[in-house]
């Protein structure tokens, strides 16, 4: 039987898959991801809502209200070393992705705000690269949208790289209570993609007295979406793991809690 909070990709077709806050069953955090032919475009009208535009592989173009913004985007894999193309839309644009070559987009939504937003190219050299972890915990992080970055109102956008035989997002972690600034709430979904594509990966999410506990077995391509609780995930053996998260919430700020019976790993040698 297939969890809930796992929403299961299109192996073929245009929409690789869709989550919405009313299929999520919560408020802010939306996400879609696009697979579109060199030719082909993709028309969205933000509305009431933010977006931030993740050139995940190939190279697009990118028109918002009649100004083009072309050739963003230089990745073959997501697993390349290389920060992602990316743009920040305010709510009340007409965007069209003119897929330059073979391209997957995705598309990062939450509610806009009542603060004024401008158009954003976010220049992957100015993404924030980092490393998280050691030894079979170490993985790497790219910050698209973080939320020190004033560009939007409420989405936060990162990338992780978490090698074959790796965990991550562990020691488990939440961000399910709004208690600044001991802890933030943010919903969050993960967009995973498997190299080789024919693998897979675990994911785990529980809250402390086990109300929600459901552990997740993902595929390329596969969504896992994270209401509340603690959400580690594990890569197998030969089988790096790549995940695109998207956060929003009331308030733009992430502070997580660890979960106390796994935390004495942080202070271990």
């Not at 391509?221 to 998260?245: C, K």
Request: glycine share 6%.
């Amino acid at each position: 039987m297939v969890s809930p909070l796992l929403a299961k990709a299109a192996p073929t077709g245009r929409e690789i898959v869709n989550v919405t806050p009313e299929r999520a069953g919560w408020t802010h955090v939306g996400f879609r991801a696009v697979r579109l032919a060199e030719g082909e475009t993709e028309s969205v009208n933000t509305g009431t809502r933010e977006l931030c535009l993740v050139v995940l592989t190939g190279t697009v173009s990118v028109t918002i209200d009649g100004q083009t913004h072309a050739h963003l985007g230089t990745r073959k894999s997501v697993f390349e070393e290389v920060s992602p193309a990316a743009v920040y839309v305010p709510a009340g644009k007409t965007v069209v992705v003119l897929a330059e070559t073979d391209a997957e987009v995705g598309l990062c939504s939450a509610p806009a705000g009542n603060t004024p937003h401008a158009v954003k190219v976010l220049d992957p050299a100015n993404m924030r690269r980092s490393v998280r972890g050691q030894g079979t915990n170490t993985r790497y992080v790219c910050d698209v949208l973080p939320h020190d970055d004033p560009t939007a109102a409420h989405l936060l956008v990162v990338e992780v790289l978490t090698p074959a035989s790796h965990s991550s997002s562990y020691p488990p972690h939440k961000h399910d209570i709004e208690q600044p600034p001991v802890e933030t709430l943010l919903e969050e979904t993960y967009y995973h993609r498997l190299n080789p594509p024919q693998g897979f990966a675990f994911q785990r999410v529980y809250t402390d007295d086990r109300s929600l506990d459901e552990a997740c077995a993902v595929e390329n391509h596969d969504v896992v979406m994270v209401p509340r609780g603690y959400h580690p995930v594990v890569a197998p053996h030969g089988y790096d793991l790549y995940y695109l998260n998207v956060m929003a919430g009331p308030n733009r700020f992430w502070v997580f809690k660890n979960d106390p019976a796994h935390e004495w790993m942080l202070a271990a040698k």
